[in-house]
């Protein structure tokens, strides 16, 4: 039901926007136009006419606003205007409880904001902003993840696996820079917060020998540092791995490339050069190998696992021109003759990810993430299926 709210939000931002942009205001402003940058306002009358009021602040209680309120615009600096019929923000799940409208010159009508239960128009307890619709929640709503098979539905996966239960797990950085683990079963498990001074997050396997996936960061300051995973979706105490790792533009782990059984890692350099670091299988990582240069043409790295099915593990990356290529492993730490398996679109996405077996048919699947999150569905002989939307990612999320 938000889903379907927000996109009729969406649609009438469209439709005003393209008004609002191709008209210059002659005279002293009127209607929503009378709301200050910076802040939002609510008016007693529709399209932003009558009375006004202004806020800098969110407001757990609009007092005497609550029962005249009829139309709002947000003006601050936020996507999302979380509105809820209740004081104090509270939010039940349903429409007349929470409305998130987003950012811009355009206004909403609360009378737009109602079912058979309940309305927004002149009841409006509370009002608050926010970058993703899931502030508006609380921040207490994990993104969704559910995988086919669900929880519990397998052996373990060999990587992307952090709680060993056969499902494909994600994490997921917020834009408050909370970290939740996602099992797989659409509700996750929030892991802490302060996430965000991680300038890279990698996973793919085991690296210190207890067959628990692990996971890999780089902080602002350039330290590389390895949380081992429990085997349970958390970490314990991470272990520094060294400096000196800011001028690196990639960090991808890949799972094992050079036929040692011990997972290992690529990273590109900003002057283009890609690396190989052989996993010790103790946590940290032997002397690099120089690959080659000329991989600043490239975008994203993922570590897929074998996807052409030659029992070597693969590297997939998309080009800034839009194509995807798979890198076949040569099982002794480099790669053979690349193989275009996407001809163009994939500089839309950001993130590529190794998911593992996503529908556990034996084939390795692989995740797009841009604005929306994508399943490619591994199939025989390294190509990928057609693209299927699970999802869509707000600002500032981030999901590895
Ligand atoms: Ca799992
Ligand atoms: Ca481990
Ligand atoms: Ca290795
Ligand atoms: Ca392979």
């Not at 709210?5 to 929503?32: E, H, I, K, N, Y």
């Not at 690396?275 to 002397?287: A, L, R, T």
């Not at 480099?334 to 077996?357: P, Q, S």
């Amino acid at each position: 039901m938000r889903t379907k709210l927000r996109a009729a939000l969406v649609t009438a931002a469209a439709a005003l926007g393209l008004v609002a942009t191709s008209v210059v205001p002659a005279q002293a402003a009127t209607g929503f136009d009378r709301c200050p940058q910076g802040k939002f306002c609510v008016f007693d009358g529709a399209d932003g006419q009558g009375a006004m009021a202004s806020y800098s602040t969110p407001q757990p209680d609009l007092g005497a606003w609550r029962y005249k309120a009829s139309s709002v615009i947000n003006r601050t600096a936020y996507t999302w205007l979380c509105l809820y019929s209740r004081t104090n923000y509270q939010y039940l799940d349903s429409v007349h409880d929470i409305v998130a409208g987003g950012a811009g010159s355009y206004g909403i009508n609360l009378s737009d904001f109602q079912d058979a239960n309940s309305h927004l128009d002149n009841n409006l307890g509370s009002a608050r902003w926010a970058h993703t619709s899931r502030e508006c929640q609380g921040g207490t709503e994990s993104l969704d993840w559910s995988t086919p098979h669900g929880p519990g539905s397998g052996p373990a996966q060999p990587f992307g696996d952090l709680n060993r239960d056969g499902a494909p797990d994600l994490l997921h950085r917020s834009y408050e820079g909370r970290l939740w683990f996602l099992g797989g079963g659409s509700t996750g498990t929030l892991l802490g917060a302060g996430w965000n001074s991680m300038t890279a997050l990698t996973r793919h396997g085991d690296l210190n020998g207890d067959l628990d996936e692990d996971l890999l960061v780089r902080d602002t300051a350039g330290n590389l540092y390895m949380y081992p995973g429990n085997g349970k979706g958390s970490f314990g105490d991470r272990l520094l791995l060294g400096g000196g790792w800011n001028g690196m533009s990639r960090i991808q782990a890949t799972g094992d490339l050079n036929g040692d059984g011990k997972g290992d890692l690529l990273a590109r350099d900003t002057a283009g050069n890609l690396y190989m670091y052989p996993g010790n299988g103790k946590g940290s990582f032997g002397d690099r190998l120089l690959l080659g240069g000329g991989w600043n043409a490239m975008k994203s790295f993922a570590g897929p696992g074998d996807l052409n099915g030659d029992g070597r593990n693969d590297l997939v990356v998309s080009e800034n021109n839009g194509k995807l290529w798979l890198y076949p492993g040569n099982g002794r730490g480099g790669f053979g003759d690349r193989v275009m398996i996407g001809t163009g679109g994939w500089a839309a996405y950001d993130t590529l990810i190794g998911i593992g077996d996503y529908d556990q048919d034996g084939h390795p699947d692989l995740l797009a993430v841009g604005t929306v999150v994508r399943v490619y569905r591994g199939l025989q002989g390294g190509r990928l299926g057609e693209g299927e939307t699970v999802n869509y990612v707000e600002d500032g999320d981030r999901l590895f």
